[in-house]
Every structure is written in C-alpha cells, then in structure tokens.
C-alpha cells in the first residue's frame, strides 16, 4: 500500500470515530432536553392545579367577589415566596398573616382571607399524603449489610 492511501483511510476511521460521538452527543442532548421539558410541565401543571384548586375554595367562601381574579393571581405567586421562608414549619402562620395582608389590600375580610390561608395549607398538606404513604410503604431505608463471620474476615486471621 502506498503511504497516501493509509494516510487516507486513518482519516477515513478518525471522521468515523468522530462522527458516531457526534451523533452519540446529539443524542443525550436531545434526552437531556426531554427530561428537562417534561420536569418543567409536570412542575407547571402541579403549581397550576394547587392554584386552581385554591381559586375553587375562593368561590366557594365567597371572597372572590369582593376581590378581582386579577390581584388573586398577582397575590398568591408572593405569599408562596413568604410560605418558602424557613421561620416556621410547613409555613403555618407566615402563610396567615400574608393572606390576611395582602387579600385585606384587596378589599375580602380578615374572616375570609384567615380561612382561605388554613384551606390553602391543608389542600398542600392533604395533596402531599398520597406521596408520603407511597414513600413510606416501598421501604426506602437504606440497605443493611450482612454481618461477617469471623473466619471469613481476612483482617482478624484464622480463627
């Protein structure tokens, strides 16, 4: 063989070489954007339906009446920022007193917005239940593992 024909075909195996990690990086990166689109609408759609749910109690106390559904939207994006606060458990009681404040700037009564606070947490509370009996019941402890017997330790010698 003549030494351009070898040159040529070692070319020809490094572009091979070079074109499968390509198309192998092409790859995980079209995974790795899958993965990322479905966390994204499967947080939005969590965030949509606690939300949601949340304007269905507001019907239903009567306090969206006297509140546009503007502000009610403007409102709750902020308090969940003042439940994320690391004051109190579960956010109990930052969480009253944001939707008391704010939803009274709003015109609904102490009453109402009190009320609507505590149904807001326990629809978090009772969202999450499914979640931690499902946790509790698989059994997710970490592994124990198995004693040794002393003859079959190395470290210790022969017994």
């Keep these: 063989m003549s030494p351009e024909t ?12 070079r074109r499968q990690l390509l198309l192998c990086l092409r790859g995980v990166a079209i995974c790795l954007c899958v993965i990322a689109g479905v ?11 606690r939300t949601n749910n949340l304007a ?4 239903r106390i009567g306090a969206l009446l006297t509140c ?26 930052t969480s009253q007193v944001a939707f008391v404040l704010f939803f009274e700037i709003a015109g609904v009564p ?3 917005a009190f009320a609507l606070s505590v149904l807001f947490v326990a629809l978090g509370v009772v969202g999450n239940l499914p979640g931690g009996v499902l946790w509790t019941r698989s059994g ?11 003859a079959q330790d190395p470290a210790r010698g022969p017994a």
């Design 6 to 17: 070898t040159v040529l075909q070692d070319l020809l195996r490094r572009t091979r070489r």
């Design 39 to 49: 966390l994204l609408l499967t947080g939005w759609a969590a965030h949509r339906f």
């Design 56 to 59: 269905i109690i507001v019907l």
């Design 68 to 93: 546009l559904a503007t502000i009610y939207f403007a409102f709750i994006p902020i308090i969940l920022l003042v439940m994320l606060l690391p004051v109190t458990v579960n956010g109990l009681g």
């Design 110 to 112: 102490k009453p109402a």
């Design 140 to 150: 997710l402890t970490p592994p124990q593992e198995p004693p040794q017997d002393a």
